[in-house]
């Protein structure tokens, strides 16, 4: 029996980044995850509510800010605790999740500027898997 992953939809090909894109991983990268995981696809921001497309929004301390200074702190909140619901519900113990978001980053995000400057610190749905045991890795880490 395979492990279980959660995964960042957009990763696997679904049109939820905030510009309506995905960030679709290559193919060999997505055959060598589906050899090793049975893939349960997350998209905190809209399991949060949030629209595609959206606003980019960036971390700043504990709160998440669009680009227009509208706090979106509530619906990343929620999303995030939706992403570890279903981890938990689905027994996975890794999360494969995209890099840099505010949402999903793991280790570096964006500095809040929206300059493209990275910082250290974790998106709010990395931040609370990793605080309840979840492994979180970045694509560039598979």
Known sequence: M????????CLLGVDCRY???SNKLHDAKLRELKEKYEL???CPECYG??????????????KVLSKTGTDVTAEFSRGAE????LAKLFGADIAVLKENSPSCGSGCI????????????DG???????????????ESSI
Do not use: C, H, M, W
Request: hydrophobic fraction near 40%; avoid cysteine; charge should be positive.
């Open 2 to 9: 395979k492990k279980k992953a959660i995964i960042s939809a």
């Open 19 to 21: 510009d309506g894109g």
């Open 40 to 42: 349960i696809p997350v």
């Open 49 to 62: 509510g949030l629209t595609t497309p959206r606003i980019p929004s960036e971390r700043v301390g504990d």
């Open 82 to 85: 939706a992403a570890l619901y």
């Open 110 to 121: 964006y500095d809040g500027s929206f300059g493209g400057i990275l910082i250290s610190g």
């Open 124 to 138: 709010v749905t990395a931040q609370l898997l990793k605080e309840n045991g979840i492994t979180v890795l970045g």
